[in-house]
């Protein structure tokens, strides 16, 4: 199982990013996939979650309304776009999937909003 993420930078406060994930190694239309991230000096928090095949999508409470997650079956790829750009979003992205036991994680992508 591969996690690849990318797609994160240096961006001005109110500005947008999309991070993707491409994933690798294992069947990935059957699994639910999640982004998290780590805030400095903060343990990793849960983002968002989205559905295997129905797409239903799930988020944390401080990202509702500004962040949307979606994924490309056909290219075994997952998003997360992320709009109003805010300093305390300055955080490793990280994605995440569970293969029964198993977790798996990619090795993040930095996002830092300059204010």
């Known amino acids: 199982v591969q996690l690849v993420e990318s797609g994160g930078g240096l961006v001005p406060s109110g500005g947008s990013l999309r991070l993707s994930c491409a994933a690798s190694?294992?069947?990935?239309?059957?699994?639910?996939m999640n982004w998290y991230r780590q805030l400095p000096g903060k343990e990793r928090e849960w983002v968002a979650a989205?559905?295997?095949?129905?797409?239903?999508?799930d988020y944390a409470d401080s990202v509702k309304g500004r962040f949307t997650i979606s994924r490309d079956n056909a290219k075994n790829t997952l998003y997360l776009q992320i709009n109003s750009l805010k300093p305390e979003d300055t955080a490793i992205y990280y994605c995440?999937?569970?293969?029964?036991?198993?977790?798996?994680w990619g090795q993040g992508t930095q996002v830092t909003v300059s204010s």
């Open positions: 995440n999937t569970r293969l029964g036991w198993a977790e798996y």
């Open positions: 989205i559905g295997s095949s129905d797409h239903n999508t």
């Open positions: 190694g294992f069947t990935f239309t059957t699994y639910i």
